[in-house]
Antibody, heavy 117, light 113 residues
Framework: QVQLQESGPRLVKPSETLSLTCTVS?????????WGWIRQPPGKGLEWIGS???????FYHPSLKSRLSISIDTSRDQFSLKLNFVTAADTAVYFC??????????WGQGTLVTVSS | DIVMTQSPDSLAVSLGETATINCSSS????????????LAWYQHKAGQPPRLLIY???TRESGVPGRFSGSGSGTDFTLTINNLQADDVAVYFC?????????FGAGTKVQIK
């Protein structure tokens, strides 16, 4: 059974970089699928962040594109998110997911990242 | 971006009865080349990650009980939960993946009456 787990700092200062890694278990990400990040600010709905294919092809949400980088390490079965110049508006639960097309069908548990000084 | 609007915000349904959740998109999510409706539904229980229930508007994901069904076309879609069980208490989201960044509805909270 494929499992995903997010890891990274839970507290990030404003203007700094939010970095998260998703580790995939029981599946080699080089076999295929897109892998993505979705977030949910407190009390709000889900927001698509972006996705990456095992080849490195990426798709970023246009509103985040200037601050966002998603990378993949097939040797470690991991993919990562970096979001620069964060503000309080970036406080959210961040989920990583395996995508069936554009549909996340396997999700990580999610991790709350708070942007605060 | 396509805006997804769900109604109601919440509903309470008796065990064994039917819950109906609506989702409207600001533009059609029917994709011409494949004639498919690019609309999905998710279940999100407290403390758990979301779960994909339905994609292509009406195709159940593997393992999803048959009491969950999706319907609709163009811009108006419905998730129906028949024979509501206690385990179905959750927030339900719709998602479009027709164009632009995928976008989600705000969610509908389903509770037991």
């Amino acid at each position: 059974q494929v499992q995903l787990q997010e890891s990274g700092p839970r507290l990030v200062k404003p203007s700094e970089t939010l970095s998260l890694t998703c580790t995939v278990s029981n599946y080699s990400i080089s076999r295929g699928y897109y892998w993505g990040w979705i977030r949910q600010p407190p009390g709000k709905g889900l927001e698509w962040i972006g996705s990456i294919y095992h080849t490195g092809d990426t798709f970023y949400h246009p509103s985040l594109k200037s601050r966002l980088s998603i990378s993949i390490d097939t040797s470690r079965d991991q993919f990562s998110l970096k979001l620069n110049f964060v503000t309080a508006a970036d406080t959210a639960v961040y989920f990583c997911a395996r995508l069936n097309g554009h549909n996340p069908n396997v999700w990580g548990q999610g991790t709350l990242v708070t942007v605060s000084s | 971006d396509i805006v997804m609007t769900q109604s109601p915000d919440s509903l309470a349904v008796s065990l064994g009865e039917t819950a109906t959740i609506n989702c409207s998109s600001s533009q059609s999510v029917l994709y011409g080349p494949d004639n498919k409706r690019h609309l999905a539904w998710y279940q999100h229980k407290a403390g758990q990650p979301p779960r994909l229930l339905i994609y292509w508007a009406s195709t159940r994901e593997s393992g999803v009980p048959g009491r969950f069904s999706g319907s609709g076309s163009g811009t108006d879609f419905t998730l129906t939960i028949n024979n509501l069980q206690a385990d179905d208490v959750a927030v339900y989201f719709c998602q479009q993946y027709h164009s632009g960044p995928p976008t989600f509805g705000a969610g509908t909270k389903v509770q037991i009456k």
